[in-house]
């Protein structure tokens, strides 16, 4: 399966199946999409069950929307409140309780999908090669295009230059060198 088909087609009811394994999360967390690296990782039986292929494809899709979310909300400010209004995507914290305030870095999505929980040491090079072919193009083009049909003065290439940047060196190595 190609990612941009995955992205398009099931990613959105996949992420509603991680949501649903889980009981709801603390009382702050109401009226905002959340999401944490314990929804993701071994103590989620939904994502946990399902075949390897599929968990690196969520996590990318995963990596793509809570990373696009973050790059609009620290260099698009003034674009923020129409880009969340617009998507809706899932705010990507920490894990309660303590952290949950707090956002990270999308780049731990891949070795917590990997690994199943946060203090692993990555992803190894073979997992990349179930990845399809498809995904850096796929992300450039899906970022680009809402930037330029939702986000009008907002220069897309400036947009993915600031989400490019962000891309894991280990992840951009490894899923480079498994082609």
Same mark, same amino acid.
């Given at each position: 399966m190609q990612f941009s088909e995955?992205?398009?087609?099931?990613?959105?009811?996949?992420?509603a199946k991680a949501y649903a394994?889980?009981?709801?999360?603390?009382e702050h967390s109401k009226g905002v999409a959340?999401?944490?690296?314990?929804? !993701?990782? *071994?103590?989620? =039986? !939904?994502? *946990?069950?399902? =075949?390897?292929e599929r968990r690196l494809l969520f996590a990318a899709s995963l990596f793509l929307t809570t990373l696009a979310d973050q790059v609009c909300f620290t260099h698009f400010r003034d674009q923020y409140a129409a880009f969340s209004e617009l998507t809706r995507y899932p705010k990507w914290c920490g894990d309660c309780p303590g952290a949950c305030r707090y956002h990270i870095h999308p780049g731990a999505i891949f070795q917590i999908i990997a690994t199943g929980n946060s203090r692993g040491k990555g992803i190894?090079?073979?997992?990349?090669?179930?990845?399809?072919?498809d995904?850096?193009?796929?992300?450039?083009?899906?970022v680009c295009d809402f930037v330029t049909k939702y986000l009008p003065g907002t220069d897309p290439v400036e947009f993915w230059n600031h989400c490019d940047a962000e891309i894991p060196l280990d992840f951009r190595l490894q899923y480079m060198t498994s082609r």
């Open positions: 995955y992205y398009n087609h099931e990613f959105r009811a996949d992420l394994a889980l009981p709801p999360m603390h959340m999401i944490q690296p314990r929804m !993701i990782g *071994h103590d989620n =039986p !939904i994502v *946990h069950a399902w =075949p390897e190894a090079k073979e997992h990349f090669a179930l990845l399809p072919n995904i850096l193009s796929t992300m450039k083009q899906e």
